[in-house]
């Protein structure tokens, strides 16, 4: 069993920022990847990013890249989602997700199939 808790969502405008952050914790302690999704109001869930455990190595959806920074703290067992330059269109409730193991490429941290353990979603809203 792995808790998982996503916060720092809000009412930003065109072109602010925003940091959530997410923290995943469980009886028995595992050093799990995780990723960011978001959906939008009628809109699939799609992929943000994320960020292996091993090797901290990150992986962004083509939307967000050179905008959005995902990173960990070790010691606080937590993942960070800093966004940047936020658009409308990046409008949506925004899920923390532990995978189930480790994967090799972006397709692997891109199917949410891959992830077991979901945050309870936090809003983000832009305004134009």
């Known amino acids: 069993q792995v808790h998982v808790v996503e916060s720092g969502g809000g009412l930003v405008q065109a072109g602010g920022s925003l940091r959530l952050s997410c923290a995943a914790s469980g009886r028995t302690f595992i050093r799990y990847d995780m990723g960011w999704f978001r959906q939008a109001p009628g809109k699939e869930r799609e992929f943000v990013a994320a960020i292996s455990w091993r090797l901290s190595t990150t992986y962004y959806a083509d939307s967000v890249k050179g905008r959005f920074t995902i990173s960990r703290d070790g010691a606080k067992n937590t993942v960070y989602l800093q966004m940047n330059n936020l658009k409308p269109e990046d409008t949506g409730v925004y899920y923390c997700?532990?995978?189930?193991?480790?994967?090799?490429?972006?397709?692997?941290?891109?199917?949410?199939?891959?992830?077991?353990?979901w945050g309870q979603g936090t809003q983000v809203t832009v305004s134009s």
């Open positions: 997700a532990a995978a189930v193991g480790s994967g090799i490429s972006y397709y692997y941290y891109a199917d949410l199939r891959n992830y077991v353990y």
